[in-house]
């Protein structure tokens, strides 16, 4: 009978330790994500911003032309 209840305690706590880690793991999952998303908005801002710094040196050499001329 002993046995048989310690036996029982083992297998709940077994499982209660794999659904905390299950949770652990889809949070640590949530918030990987949400840092992947993070990474891919900066990632385009960084796009867009070399994109209007090339615009803006183009600019610049066009009006040096005209200066020089």
Do not use: S
């Not at 610049?60 to 020089?68: Q, S, V």
């Amino acid at each position: 009978m002993y046995n048989e209840t310690l036996a029982m305690y083992d297998k709940n706590t077994v499982e209660l330790m794999i659904e905390e880690q299950q949770e652990e793991i889809r949070r640590l999952a949530e918030a990987l994500e949400r840092k992947d998303n993070e990474l891919e908005r900066k990632d385009d801002e960084l796009e867009r911003k070399d994109d209007e710094l090339e615009r803006l040196r183009q600019e610049i050499i066009r009006l040096n032309g005209n200066i020089e001329k």
